[in-house]
């Protein structure tokens, strides 16, 4: 299995999911929040290359407010296997005050930002990933 979709479909991902070592893409959409503490757990060993959590299709036109969204990426993607191998990152549709930080140090090649209420861009980007819009 190298792609999974569970869009709307599961709240949390098992822990078995990390045995799924050939996985390399997820689409994992939801209504209300980004991942919770127990998916990235699972998710921050795998050696993903993109993540789709996108919830722009549902969010109002400023974004989707999720409490300590830049902590969850933070912890996902900060020191972890998952960080390390991650080339495309899609959170259109979460509300964010700025481009968070810890996708810095990332190899990112795609980030899709739109609908997140953002009205400016850092200038360390143009330095670290792709930026689509």
């Excluded at 990332?106 to 792709?130: E, F």
Aim: glycine content about 6%; overall charge negative.
């Amino acid at each position: 299995l190298r792609e999974l979709v569970t869009n709307y479909c599961v709240e949390s991902f098992p822990a078995w999911l990390r045995e799924v070592t050939s996985l390399r893409r997820l689409r994992a959409t939801a209504r209300i929040y980004f991942l919770d503490a127990a998916s990235i757990d699972v998710l921050r060993d795998m050696s993903l290359e993109a993540i789709d959590y996108s919830t722009a299709s549902y969010a109002q036109s400023d974004g989707l407010e999720d409490v300590g969204l830049e902590s969850k990426l933070e912890r996902l993607v900060v020191g972890t296997a998952g960080g390390a191998s991650l080339r495309e990152l899609n959170i259109s549709g979460l509300r964010l005050n700025a481009v968070p930080g810890c996708l810095r140090g990332l190899r990112l090649q795609y980030l899709d930002v739109k609908q997140t209420g953002l009205t400016s861009l850092p200038q360390w980007l143009a330095d670290c990933v792709h930026f689509v819009t």
